[in-house]
């Protein structure tokens, strides 16, 4: 019976290693927003890295200073820039995705309050294992690579 007790605890205690641990798998660097005037949509850029053995996929973001965050890919079309929605970014196990100009991105749209350069923003990364990574960006100009 106390054997019993005792392996229930040890079990307890694995599971919340291994939930330790899957949430420490994914890294978020160098995160930046690029502003644009007029009102037009804010990117986000940033770099995902996934030191777990598990292929992981970014389904959503969220910012708690925009009314709405979406995923997009930056592609050329006939010759012009354009770009289109995705439902997922996958972050294969061991490496790294960019999202960058060009590529991959977030497109932020009707910000909650006044944003400009030198603002940090608030963001929330949803992965398909239900993993939420949160991490404040700061604001850079247009012009900023
Ligand atoms: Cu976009």
């Not at 439902?87 to 944003?115: C, R």
């Not at 239900?130 to 991490?135: F, I, N, S, T």
Request: charged share 20%.
């Amino acid at each position: 019976m106390k054997q019993f007790a005792l392996n229930a605890v040890v079990y307890a205690a694995l599971c919340f290693v291994g939930t330790a641990m899957a949430a420490s798998s994914l890294k978020l660097e160098h995160g930046w927003i690029r502003w644009l005037p007029a009102n037009l949509p804010a990117a986000g850029y940033v770099t995902i890295r996934n030191d777990g053995g598990k292929p992981m996929k970014l389904i959503g973001a969220e910012s708690a200073d925009y009314g709405m965050a979406m995923l997009h890919r930056s592609a050329q079309k006939n010759g012009s820039d354009s770009m289109e929605r995705v439902d997922s970014i996958a972050v294969p196990a061991h490496e790294s995705v960019v999202l960058a100009p060009g590529g991959y991105h977030l497109m932020l749209m009707e910000p909650k309050h006044p944003i400009k350069p030198g603002d940090t923003v608030r963001i929330s990364l949803h992965f398909d294992d239900g993993e939420a990574l949160q991490a404040a960006w700061p604001v850079r100009p247009a012009n900023a690579q």
